[in-house]
């Protein structure tokens, strides 16, 4: 999920796009590697000093962030949080500045901003996509989900939602043809811990073998299992607690809605979860499934070709 900050930059020298003539630019890179300030143990979890000395050495040393107070400056912000946290440092920095986020964190509560930011996929290497996974067709019945139970602090208060779905665990539809399959990621080895390969395989066949995959609402209303899902076959269930008034999410590229690419349930509608997805047709959730291979196809690589979306969305803004 965090390394496109590292794959784009990598990735623009080979592009169409580039250039070392900063004459001839219409756009400016600041590569600041946020997630991976964030994951030492050197700053604390708190990448903000590290960024404020990269933003003051970029204007206080080149005249083009000034002359245009970052308006044609990209930023790369693929952590959870890093775009609303990069934005209150600039704004002491310079309250007027404002550049382009490039971003996986697409939340309108978090600092973006549709009319101004793109938003990106987190990146899911395609080593890990292969095809050494055995399908088992006898556990096709299975909606699945594995993650952080309870409520933790990055489920800001939503952690109820998980909580309800582990209590219906081992639960079957009316007609016993789906049963829910919950797994604590706690318990697979901690948090970090579960990211490991030893972890992925196991997970990769669960969300083959699965009919739905459940993407309850934590720190944002979606998350890479809604990416991940569309590589293995299994249909993204979407659960959230209702669009708020001042809270938007954007996908991607908007080639499709949110809608489009899964099912969608309401947190008042969890008592009849199971029921509800036994009900949907298989007509209907293979065109669900072919929206969504379709759009995941982009988001295989972070190379040239993720640079011509990026610079056509921009273009756009």
């Not at 590569?31 to 404020?52: D, E, M, Q, R, V």
């Not at 095809?131 to 952690?159: C, T």
């Not at 949110?258 to 029921?275: A, K, Q, R």
Request: net charge neutral.
């Amino acid at each position: 999920m965090y390394a496109a900050e590292m794959l784009l930059p990598k990735s623009l020298p080979s592009t169409k796009y580039h250039t070392v003539n900063a004459e001839e630019a219409d756009f400016f890179l600041i590569p600041f590697y946020y997630s991976c300030a964030f994951h030492t143990k050197l700053y604390h979890s708190n990448p903000s000093p590290i960024f404020t000395r990269a933003m003051n050495l970029v204007i206080n040393n080149f005249p083009y962030f000034n002359r245009s107070l970052g308006k044609d400056h990209i930023i790369i912000s693929s952590h959870d949080f890093s775009t609303e946290i990069l934005l209150n440092v600039l704004s002491e920095l310079n309250p007027q500045a404002r550049p382009h986020f490039l971003t996986t964190t697409s939340d309108t509560l978090m600092g973006f901003d549709n009319s101004y930011d793109v938003a990106l996929p987190p990146y899911i290497a395609p080593s890990f996509w292969g095809h050494d996974v055995v399908h088992n067709v006898k556990s096709y019945s299975i909606a699945w989900f594995r993650g952080s139970i309870g409520k933790n602090w990055y489920l800001k208060g939503k952690g109820f939602v998980r909580e309800e779905l582990k209590k219906m665990n081992k639960m079957k539809s009316t007609g016993g043809n789906l049963q829910l399959t919950i797994e604590d990621q706690m318990d697979q080895g901690g948090y970090f811990d579960s990211l490991y390969y030893k972890y992925w395989k196991p997970y990769r066949y669960m969300l083959s073998n699965a009919k739905f995959c459940l993407s309850p609402i934590g720190f944002q209303f979606w998350s890479p299992r809604l990416y991940e899902s569309f590589f293995e076959g299994c249909t993204c269930v979407f659960i959230h607690e209702g669009y708020e008034p001042s809270r938007k999410i954007y996908l991607p590229f908007q080639k499709f809605n949110i809608t489009d690419l899964c099912i969608s349930i309401g947190i008042n509608e969890l008592p009849m979860l199971l029921d509800k997805l036994a009900s949907i047709p298989d007509e209907e959730l293979e065109k669900i499934r072919n929206r969504s291979n379709q759009y995941a196809n982009i988001y295989l690589t972070m190379d040239s070709s993720m640079w011509n979306h990026i610079i056509q969305a921009l273009l756009a803004k």
